[in-house]
């Protein structure tokens, strides 16, 4: 059982930098793998990146490789995203997200925060 708390999202202008964080509680914290979705307003869900459980293996959208960066503290239950150079097109919802599949598939995400908005001005 893992529970997920979002923080860290504003507004910011374009260029700009910003750091989210996510507060996970659980047992077995350590053998999930945690992901970042976004949803941009009137868009769907889209995957933004993923780390596996030990942090040693990340994978990103094209959309944001380069620019993103997962990060872990499984010692502190905490997941990060920072985010540099942001576009007004990075504007959305950030949610995250765990399972204990590093697969990204269809039914991905056993376990859901409430999101955080992230709003990047032009």
């Known amino acids: 059982q893992v529970q997920l708390v979002e923080s860290g999202g504003g507004v910011v202008q374009a260029g700009g930098s910003l750091r989210l964080s996510c507060a996970a509680t659980?047992?077995?914290?350590?053998?999930?793998?945690m992901a970042w979705f976004r949803q941009p307003p009137g868009k769907e869900r889209e995957f933004v990146g993923i780390i596996s459980p030990s942090g040693r293996a990340t994978y990103y959208a094209d959309s944001v490789k380069g620019r993103f960066t997962i990060s872990r503290d499984n010692a502190k239950e905490t997941v990060s995203l920072q985010m540099n150079s942001l576009y007004p097109e990075d504007t959305a919802v950030y949610f995250c997200?765990?399972?204990?599949?590093?697969?990204?598939?269809?039914?991905?995400?056993?376990?859901w925060g409430q999101g955080t908005q992230v709003t990047v001005s032009s």
């Open positions: 659980g047992r077995t914290f350590s053998s999930y793998a």
């Open positions: 997200g765990a399972d204990q599949s590093l697969e990204l598939k269809g039914n991905w995400g056993a376990y």
